[in-house]
């Protein structure tokens, strides 16, 4: 089995000019506000509304009955779970969101792009963590011509496929900073 090094090397020049584009318009986006629809491979759905400024934060409050908010503050990625009364978190730069709150997306480097697919008008960019290839795939899809980010699906080490898919998304608009403000709930004691 080819490490991601080899597989990157296997890319052509017109694989290289598209990763180049994708990059450019992912760098070319300070904001994105956006409902969201996300779906699982087990089955599962969950919608809310997606705010995200570069560098480093982002805020995913899912709509009832779904009982999660993601934030991210720069350095962590918060899960806040009031039915579990959990509250948890793990670095960012071990996510997949880590690579879109970046200060300047690089899809080298940390990141290895494995696979780069074209259809009508659509661009799809697979991507995964250079150091941990098998611990999941970010596939970043894209409509093409021109290029504008439409939705990712995320991979995890069990094969379970998680796509976000944006509705209506709006970029570069102005996000009030208290959007991304956190204040680690009161979730009580546990029982």
């Known amino acids: 089995l080819a490490g991601p090094a080899a597989v990157a090397a296997e890319l052509g020049a017109r694989d290289k000019a598209d990763i180049a584009r994708a990059e450019a318009h992912l760098n070319g986006i300070r904001t994105l506000r956006a409902q969201f629809i996300q779906t699982t491979s087990t089955g599962s759905f969950a919608e809310g509304r ?42 960012l730069s071990a996510t997949p969101a880590g690579i879109l709150v970046d200060e300047t997306v690089r899809l080298s480097g940390d990141v290895t792009v494995t696979r780069v697919e074209r259809g009508p008008r659509a661009l799809r960019i697979h991507v995964v963590r250079t150091d941990e290839p098998d611990s999941g795939t970010l596939i970043l899809a894209f409509q093409d011509r021109p290029i504008r980010l439409r939705h990712w699906i995320l991979v995890d080490s069990q094969g379970v496929r998680t796509r976000v898919a944006l509705v209506n998304p709006e970029f570069n608009v102005a996000i009030d900073n208290k959007v991304f403000e956190f204040e680690r709930p009161d979730l009580g004691s546990p029982d």
């Open 50 to 91: 997606l705010f995200l400024r570069r560098p480093g934060l982002l805020r995913l409050d899912y709509r009832p009955p779904a009982t999660l908010q993601i934030f991210t503050d720069g350095t962590w990625l918060i899960y806040v779970d009031t039915e579990l009364n959990e509250v948890n978190q793990v670095p």
